[in-house]
């Protein structure tokens, strides 16, 4: 039975922000590889419109804990308006990031009602063990990911 958890979510928006969005884009691959994380992009899309275009990445980034959990890290990040001024892009940004915690990804101890009372019994038991083996790293890696994306984007503004 798999058991999912919502234990992280951040929203950001900044007017009028001075950025590179390949270094953001970047940025975000190789701070979620050195996390041991995959990232599998959703979303990518370009749109032209009549104040500046539009851009926006969906991404996931999921890492297998062990046999048992893992995190999964959602990531949207919408940029409004952009223009290019100097080597640099100028805009509107909206981020959106949540993290989940899944145990029993792989549905182990869904099978049965016989199984599915083990599990409830099993978590209650393991409750700590749970918090800081699965939860609190995965918290941790979500806030690094968010800490750089809205340092790479606060970094020329």
Do not use: C
Request: proline share 1%; glycine share 8%.
């Amino acid at each position: 039975m798999v058991d999912v958890k919502k234990i992280f979510e951040r929203k950001l928006n900044i007017a009028d922000g001075v950025f590179k969005i390949d270094a953001v884009y970047k940025g975000i691959k190789q701070k979620s590889d050195s996390l041991g994380y995959t990232l599998v992009e959703k979303e990518h899309s370009n749109k032209s419109g009549k104040y500046g275009g539009e851009i926006k990445f969906d991404f996931i980034l999921d890492k297998e804990i062990d046999y048992f959990a893992k995190g999964e890290i959602s990531v949207e990040i919408i940029f409004l308006n952009i223009k290019k001024a100097k080597g640099y892009d100028v805009g509107n940004i909206e981020l959106k990031m949540s993290a989940m915690q899944k145990l029993d990804y792989k549905h182990r101890w869904g099978i049965n009602k016989f199984n599915k009372f083990l599990f409830s019994i099993y978590q209650n038991l393991m409750k700590e063990n749970f918090k800081k083996k699965y939860l609190i790293p995965i918290i941790i890696d979500a806030t690094t990911i968010y800490n750089f994306i809205k340092e790479s984007i606060e970094e020329y503004g």
